[in-house]
């Protein structure tokens, strides 16, 4: 299985071309489209919520990760195998909070190349032939090597920021929620919002937060528009304090 985690949105022609370098590269692979609405650049978003929601996907799947402002640069390109997963994509940090949390992990340097290269287009041309190349059980011609740390590093284990907000409204913070416990007030701007299990312990039109199906702390109105309701926006800061 290959699975896709972009910045590329799907209005544009960018995903599709994923697609079809896969389809011919490896045609008997299944291809998910997990993620392409990681914020546009957005290499520390996508860093956080890569580990989120790559986790349960099986031993041996191989993941396409493209979030590369610095593409046709001096990145380099790499290979991380991570609990029995591959993720293949830029060394900008995009795989350092994914590295940190894995019990195994091994990084290694991309030197295979193929015969068209473009310079701003390494998701096609490069990462989803070295992806099928891997899904298809074969090593690309690469060496180890250790990953590039982000140029602001180093960064928290987990980010008191939103960094994506869904189409509901619901803002997705860095937080892994196990670390906080449902007795902590979470504050965003002016707002002190409780723990709730699910959007229906509280009463339509209220905020809470709450543990999403990924793991991460979440900001939600039941039945409504977190991000608009409350003022939320992407990179906006948020605070965890003890119930008062």
């Known amino acids: 299985m290959i699975v896709l985690f972009t910045d590329f949105g799907i209005s544009d022609p960018y995903v599709g071309q994923l697609h079809a370098a896969l389809a011919c590269a490896a045609p ?23 580990p989120a929601y790559a986790a349960g996907f099986p031993v041996g799947t191989v993941f396409v990760c493209v979030v590369d402002p610095g593409v046709g640069g001096t ?6 195998e991570a609990d029995g997963c591959w993720y293949v994509g830029p060394d900008n940090g995009l ?14 340097v991309i030197r295979w190349r193929p015969p068209r290269l473009s310079a701003s287009f390494h998701g096609r041309d490069l990462f989803a032939p070295v992806a099928a190349r ?21 960064w928290p284990d987990d980010l008191a920021a939103v960094l994506y907000i869904d189409h509901y409204g ?19 701007g002016d707002q002190a919002l409780c ?13 809470c937060w709450y543990e999403n199906a990924n793991g991460l702390v979440e900001i939600s109105v039941n039945r409504g528009h977190a991000a608009a309701l409350l003022g ?12 008062p």
């Open 75 to 80: 990145r380099q390109s790499v290979m991380l």
């Open 232 to 243: 939320i926006g992407l990179g906006d800061p948020v605070t965890v304090a003890d119930q």
């Open 170 to 188: 619901n803002a997705i913070t860095g937080l892994r929620a196990a670390a906080l416990g449902t007795d902590r007030v979470l504050r965003v």
């Open 28 to 50: 008997a692979e299944p291809v998910i489209d997990l993620f392409h609405a990681v914020p546009d650049f957005d290499i520390r978003a996508g860093a956080y919520l890569l």
């Open 195 to 207: 723990c709730a299990r699910v959007f229906s312990e509280v009463p339509a039109g209220t905020a």
């Open 95 to 108: 795989f350092d909070i994914l590295a940190r949390r894995a019990s195994v992990v091994q990084c290694r």
């Open 134 to 154: 891997l899904a298809r059980g074969e090593l690309p011609e690469s060496e180890p090597g250790p990953l590039t740390p982000p140029e602001d590093a180093p």
